[in-house]
């Protein structure tokens, strides 16, 4: 069975000043049967961290660079994260697909950046709404799954795929039950076929957009969701606590 995820994603948003929702989140003591993540702006990582040394919280990026170091001006390399206090890194959201242009084969080489840096990857797959109109969803994170992980024998270490429909992302719009559950469904099959049943039933399967706690319940009953990715209700320790009690419970 793979572990539950509580993954938050603070995307652009939070100064050292908000770093005391992170060590409330720390002091609600959440169940340590769910593991926690928050992923941070890179300026946020390292204090972070130090935070929550003695919590059964990670500290995770948003994004790495594919090379260990080099002229990369304005990048960050997987192992520089780690160095920081990262353990976990988000790759492939749909925000740096569209506003970075990254494709398939670079998020690839992302991945292979941060399991060689030790960096638990959170893979990002989605459908636009237009994919989701047009009956193409499922060929859509076949294609983005297939792309991300061609080449590789077993999972990258410790992977994690979250599924995040565009159109759910920071809209208050969420897919049906039966819509996320499809959705989960075909990706444990794509694992299964790819890497054989022990090691996909492993990787957690998050479910990614527009959750709160008045939702999280209800997406967290649907079977192969593992837990979820959640950009703006992680921003507040209020928002995000209900959010794991919930999937402390199901
Ligand atoms: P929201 O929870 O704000 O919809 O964001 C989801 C997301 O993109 C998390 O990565």
Request: proline share 5%.
């Amino acid at each position: 069975m793979a572990h539950k995820l509580a993954a938050g994603n603070w995307k652009m948003n939070g100064t050292r000043a908000d770093l005391g929702q992170i060590m409330a989140l720390a002091a609600a003591h959440p169940d340590p049967a769910v593991d926690i993540s928050v992923c941070l702006p890179a300026t946020l990582i390292s204090e972070a961290a130090q935070h929550v040394a003695d919590h059964p919280i990670t500290i995770g990026a948003q994004d790495c660079h594919s090379a260990g170091s080099g002229a990369h001006t304005g990048d960050i390399a997987a192992q520089q994260l780690l160095d920081a206090g990262a353990r976990d890194v988000i790759l492939g959201h749909s925000e740096r697909r569209t506003d970075h242009g990254e494709d398939d084969a670079l998020i690839r080489a992302k991945l292979v950046a941060a399991g060689d840096a030790g960096l638990r990857p959170i893979l990002c797959v989605g459908e636009s709404l237009a994919e989701r109109d047009a009956g193409r969803t499922l060929e859509r994170i076949g294609a983005q799954i297939d792309g991300a992980l061609e080449g590789s024998d077993g999972p990258p270490s410790a992977l994690v795929i979250a599924y995040e429909p565009i159109w759910a992302i920071g809209t208050g719009r969420t897919p049906s039950l039966d819509q996320i559950g499809e959705v989960h469904d075909f990706m444990r099959e794509q694992l299964k076929a790819r890497y054989g049943d022990t090691a996909a039933a492993a990787v957690p399967l998050l479910y990614g957009g527009s959750v709160k706690p008045g939702n999280a319940a209800e997406i967290f009953g649907v079977p192969n969701v593992d837990g979820a990715l959640v950009g703006g209700a992680s921003l507040k320790e209020s928002d995000f606590t209900p959010i794991i009690t919930a999937l402390s419970a199901s």
